[in-house]
Each structure stands twice: as C-alpha cells, then as structure tokens.
C-alpha cells in the first residue's frame, strides 16, 4: 500500500489546512503501531485539531516547519479524507458523485456538472465507477 496521505502537526497561529484526523473517522488508522508511536512522540491525542491530515498529492500546503508522518490509507478512508480537506462546493459535488453508484438515469448531466465544478475526470471515475474513456469522451 503506498502512501496516501500525510498527518502533520499544525503549527501554532497557522491556519487550518487540511481535515482534523478525528473528522475524518479512521480508528484503523490511529491504532496502526506507527501512528499511535508518532502520536506519543509529540504529545497529542488522535482527536486534537492540531493534528490534520492531507492527501499525498496536497504535501506541498504542509508547512515546512511541520512534523509530518505519510500513512498508508484504505480506498474507503482516502475518500474520506479528500472530501474532508475539499471546499464544500466540491464536497457536496462529490456527494452526488458517490451517491451516483445507486443509480445510472442521467449519469452524462452529472458528470458534465462535475467537471464545470472543477473535479478531474480521474477523481470522477474513482467516485462513480465510470469508466474513464467514457468520462474522456465527454471531456472531448
């Protein structure tokens, strides 16, 4: 499993970045040997909001002087923390992207609103289970 996310300690006085790990729910996470030994180490429980987590690809946001720690995640807990550090316009399209996978009537409208707001056509095919060449179609 690689690396899929970063949990950090935000520094003092920085404004919040990421999602607060305790919000994005991943007990299997915060009991796995490195991360409750990270945890230890810098004297901060798993539910403090000094403690947030980031996908792999957002590491450049982690402030430089921030003690981090890369974490592998499920599929399930990956999608959890994207759409927990996402803006809510975004969060609520992926919303409806998910909720998608319960049903197939107008799945072109959905991924056309999807991609007006902003969301990769990868990320869309991860959400709903499209194939991506179909989602590519549309994009052309």
Known sequence: MADDAYLFLLPDRHPRLGAALASVGAPDLTETPAVHGWLQAHDVSASSEQVRILPAEAES??????????????????????Q??????????????L?????????EALVHRAL??????????????????????LTA
């Open 61 to 82: 946001l982690i402030p430089a002087d921030a003690e981090r720690l890369p974490v592998p995640l499920s599929e399930e807990e990956a999608l959890k923390v994207q």
């Open 84 to 97: 927990e550090c996402a803006p809510q316009a975004v969060t609520d399209m992926e919303s409806e992207l």
């Open 99 to 107: 909720d998608f996978r319960e049903t197939t009537q107008d799945w």
């Open 116 to 137: 007006t707001a902003g969301i990769a056509p990868q990320r869309i095919a991860q959400l709903t289970g499209l194939d991506p060449q179909e989602i590519g179609r």
